[in-house]
């Protein structure tokens, strides 16, 4: 007579990842691939509006500033209602049947992001554009070539904001299950997932999803010296992007203590390299 296995006694899916769990792979493949397009949808279209807001002088133009720095920290529920609205039947965009589905999740995190990067660009290209004026003035680059040209001189520091405005999209939840629903199989993600693994108490699994994006965090320190990291502002970052009323004290905390282990451990490596 056979006996069905016990719960305790059934292998976590998180040990599954390693063999291709199809459920874990789908779920970050879709988390990955939303956030990438999300993430190059709002540098095409928050990189040119940041560049010409640090070049160009018209009337009206601090107060769009100041819009687009407010428009950084929107509520993500906020973002998800409208574009639920957008997209709803009764919506401008209901006959393209683009609700709950990538697409509209892309398109939440795009009006997420797309702010951060336009602020964040304009700030850098301002900085360089007072620091060049002269020369590029000169030169005859004015209005659309001077920018096109600033924007490639610092794509290295432009890089930094792009990445931001990657962690800001892979950590989105809010705006993501309004518009995505968190279906299975078409509309999950890992933070999606973790919330609901969470509830119904599969825990291994959202460790797993856990410790990915704890995966992908460490990531984008990978490579960096270690001036670099430790002349990172992680916690006014953390501000500006406004994901400090958006996380309890306690995950706070911890996000804290894993960036200031980085820090202590790149701070040893410069040690090092100078006692070398």
């Known amino acids: 007579m056979r ?8 292998t976590p899916r998180w040990t599954k990842a390693r063999g291709g769990d199809p459920t874990l792979l789908g779920i970050v493949g879709l988390s990955l691939a939303v956030s ?24 009206g133009r601090r107060t769009a500033i100041v819009v687009l720095n407010a428009f950084m920290g929107l509520p993500p529920v906020v973002v998800g209602l409208i574009v639920y609205l957008l997209l709803s039947r009764a919506g401008p965009l209901g006959r393209y049947g683009l609700l709950f589905t990538p697409t509209a999740m892309v398109i939440a995190q795009t009006f997420l992001i797309a702010p951060i990067v336009a602020a964040l660009t304009r700030q850098v290209i301002e900085d360089a554009w007072r620091e060049y004026q002269e020369q590029l003035t000169s030169l005859g680059a004015r209005g659309v070539r001077a920018a096109l040209t600033l924007l490639w001189d610092t794509r290295y520091s432009l ?43 599969d825990l291994p699994l959202a460790l797993a999803l856990g410790m990915i994006l704890i995966a992908i965090v460490i990531s984008l320190y990978s490579g960096r010296a270690p001036d670099e990291i430790l002349a990172f502002d992680f916690r ?25 282990r980085i ?3 790149a701070a040893v490596e410069k040690a090092g390299a100078g006692a070398a």
Not at 37 to 58: E, K, M, Q, S
Not at 238 to 254: D, P, V, W
């Open 3 to 10: 006996h069905a296995a016990s719960p305790a006694c059934r």
């Open 36 to 59: 990438l397009t999300a993430t190059l949808c709002a540098t095409l279209i928050g990189a040119p509006i940041g560049a010409a807001l640090a070049i160009g002088r018209f009337p």
């Open 159 to 201: 890089l930094t904001v792009v990445l931001a405005g990657f962690g800001r999209a892979a950590a989105e939840v809010g705006a993501v299950m309004i518009v995505g629903g968190n279906i299975a199989g078409v509309t999950r993600v890992m933070t999606t997932a973790i919330a609901l693994e969470t509830t119904k108490g």
């Open 236 to 260: 006014a970052a953390f501000e500006r992007l406004g994901l400090k009323g958006a996380l309890s004290t306690q995950r706070s905390n911890g996000l804290f203590s894993m960036i200031e």
């Open 263 to 265: 820090r202590r451990d």
